[in-house]
């Protein structure tokens, strides 16, 4: 890899290290952060690919309480690595390998928000006295140490040589993979699962089974299907919109001039 992909991957990571704890720009979910991985080293067909599947597979990962879920940052980076990288393993081993290193993940999140307990006691120390610059630094110094996390463990990959990454590989059983490539694809399916369930609308089963059959029965491609029933939705909306409008005597751009001329007259 070039100086540049390094660079980019170790920004990604770190970045989508401390968005898993901020939870502010979504960067840390599968199929940003493996998409991300993907477009530096330059093969973001691939990522997009395990970023969809493993999105799917993590669609309800979410934290309970006090209960952490498995991590999803960590393995998407370092699976997006492995897959796009210079080491090209399939998809299959992509997806096999972000289990344990979402288990992985899970038990540095929780040895890290145990150990940085201390500086949340600063934290408060630092409150009651109004130091708002030492706040700050408090706070930049605990998020940095969440893309560490991240960070760390995708430097200690990239120092691994291909080869004996394809190594280790092939002395993986071949009854293992598979038979995590079948769970996943279960687990994958309840994902699909979960994404119906907050569809469900009268209104709205008609287009799901339209879009099913062309993609089953026609060689359109998904991209292009995609964007067609992104202007149907957008359109349908707007109709539906007009025609309430219309119901009530009046459209929408007619309630605003309204608006504009009561405005008018109130000076």
Same mark, same amino acid.
């Given at each position: 890899m070039?100086?540049?992909?390094? &660079?980019l ?26 998409? !991300?991985?993907?477009?530096?080293? =330059?093969?973001?067909?691939?990522? &997009? ?10 669609? =309800? ?11 999803i ?5 370092v ?14 081993? =992509? ?7 979402? #288990? ?15 500086? #949340? ?16 630094r408090?706070?930049?110094?605990? !998020?940095g140490?969440?893309?560490?996390? #991240?960070?760390?463990?995708? #430097? ?8 004996? +990454? ?12 598979n038979?995590?490539?079948?769970? +996943? ?8 699962? $979960? ?14 089974v339209? =879009? ?17 029933? !992104?202007?149907?939705?957008i ?12 119901? $009530? ?14 405005? !008018?007259?109130?000076?």
């Amino acid at each position: 890899m070039s100086v540049v992909s390094i &660079i980019l991957i170790l920004l990604v990571a770190f970045v989508v290290g401390m968005d898993g704890i901020l939870d502010e720009w979504q960067m840390y979910q599968p199929i940003v952060a493996c998409t !991300l991985v993907g477009l530096a080293v =330059g093969n973001p067909a691939a990522g &997009i690919i395990l970023g969809a599947t493993l999105q799917m597979i993590t669609i =309800g990962w979410i934290n309970i309480g006090a209960s952490v879920a498995p991590d999803i940052a960590l393995p998407s980076v370092v699976s997006a690595l492995l897959v796009c990288g210079p080491a090209a393993l399939s998809i299959k081993h =992509g997806i096999a390998l972000a289990i344990p290193l979402a #288990v992985i993940g899970q038990l540095l999140s929780v040895s890290i928000r145990k150990s940085i307990v201390k500086l #949340v006691h600063d934290a408060d120390d630092a409150a009651e006295k109004a130091e708002i610059a030492r706040m700050d630094r408090i706070h930049l110094l605990s !998020l940095g140490i969440q893309g560490l996390r #991240v960070l760390i463990p995708t #430097v200690l990959v990239m120092l691994i040589s291909p080869q004996y +990454i394809h190594q280790l590989m092939q002395q993986v059983p071949a009854v293992i993979t598979n038979g995590i490539a079948v769970s +996943i694809g279960m687990v994958a399916a309840v994902g699909f699962a $979960n994404l119906i369930n907050m569809m469900v609308s009268k209104s709205l089963w008609i287009w799901f089974v339209v =879009g099913f059959l062309l993609a089953i029965f026609t060689d359109v491609n998904i991209f292009v299907l995609a964007g067609f029933g !992104l202007i149907v939705a957008i359109s349908f909306v707007w109709i539906m919109s007009r025609r309430h409008g219309d119901s $009530n005597g009046t459209s929408g751009d007619d309630d605003d001039l309204d608006d504009f001329d009561k405005e !008018l007259d109130d000076l």
